[in-house]
């Protein structure tokens, strides 16, 4: 019996002659937060489901909590919790009356039933709104709400599929303070995302691109490993003209838009000050920082595309 909480092998899904998800290997530890990141498209949604025993795999194997997730499919419901990007709650009901039907679901009845359901209110903060029609909830009030659903039953093993898709920056942090306290009861996360920023909360990630693992390992392990020339970020009043003016130049490795700033990658930080200078840039900030889970994605696919693959 697998140690893990998930253990993945040459997991596959084609349909027709798309390959959707190809070949990928992954093992997640019990009682951390795993990020499986990567763009729209690359994968993330169809693995989830394959590992929630909603779609069958067309080769490969995946044990998910000790069960086989094509060969013990009921057992492996009773263990894991999953949130879908549509949230899938009954928006004619209210917050309570969803509540109680996800309880039945998963089988939580009696006095459990009201204390996870009491547990449930109090950590989405939905105290005050049980009888809300969940169609008149705003979007980060809904995303809290199925949050709530998915761990009546208290699954060890939690699957969230673009959680916090749609919603406000806001409503985003504080749907991740509410998987801190389920990471703080050794509740396993699993969490598909393409928001950067938010794949720096977990304890390991999974790169996927083009339905390919290209990368895995921590936080601070993908930049520190897949980063390692100097970052600079460059501020100025054209942007778009200073990316042409330095996109092709010797001394510059790459140059990619961040918001409002550029960032300008190089072997050689002082040559690349020289060549930002020489082109007649009116640079506003030019200062070297720490690259950014962004910033080493961008250089994995570069590393990728210059090998081929």
């Known amino acids: 019996m697998s140690t893990h909480a998930v253990e993945v092998e040459g997991l596959t899904r084609c349909f027709g002659d798309f390959v959707a998800v190809d070949h990928i290997d992954l093992r997640v530890e019990p009682g951390t937060v795993f990020g499986f990141l990567g763009p729209n498209g690359a994968g993330k949604s169809t693995t989830i489901r394959m590992l929630c025993g909603i779609l069958r795999p067309t080769s490969g194997r995946a044990v998910v909590g000790g069960f086989d997730i094509s060969a013990q499919t009921d057992q492996l419901k009773n263990r894991i919790g999953y949130m879908s990007q549509k949230f899938s709650l009954y928006e004619d009901l209210t917050v309570e009356e969803n509540l109680h039907f996800f309880a039945g679901v998963y089988g939580v009845y009696g006095a459990q039933r009201e204390a996870r359901i009491a547990w449930a209110l109090e950590m989405a903060d939905l105290r005050g709104r049980e009888t809300m029609a969940t169609a008149a909830l705003a979007g980060g009030w809904r995303q809290r709400l199925a949050l709530g659903c998915a761990v009546l039953h208290e699954p060890p093993i939690l699957f969230l599929d673009e959680p916090t898709s749609g919603v406000d920056p806001a409503s985003r942090r ?12 050794r509740t396993t996360v699993f969490v598909t ?20 693992i290209v990368a895995a390992g921590s936080p601070s392990q993908l930049k520190r490993e897949h980063v390692s020339q100097a970052l600079l970020e ?9 990316y042409a003016a330095l996109k092709h130049h010797a001394a510059i490795a790459d140059v990619a838009l961040f918001g409002n700033a550029l960032h300008v ?24 920082i720490e690259p950014s889970l962004e910033d080493a994605f961008v250089a994995i696919i570069q590393e990728r595309a210059g090998n081929g693959a």
Request: proline residues 0%; aromatic residues 6%; glycine residues 8%.
């Open 174 to 185: 504080d749907f991740w303070e509410m998987i801190g306290v389920l990471a703080e009861r």
């Open 193 to 212: 995302t393409h928001f950067m920023d938010e794949a720096e909360h977990c304890d390991e990630l999974a790169l996927i691109y083009g339905g390919r």
């Open 234 to 242: 460059l501020e100025c009043a054209d942007l778009m003209g200073a």
């Open 265 to 288: 990658t190089a072997a050689d930080e002082a040559a690349a000050r020289v060549a930002i200078a020489a082109s007649g840039i009116a640079v506003r900030r030019l200062e070297r």
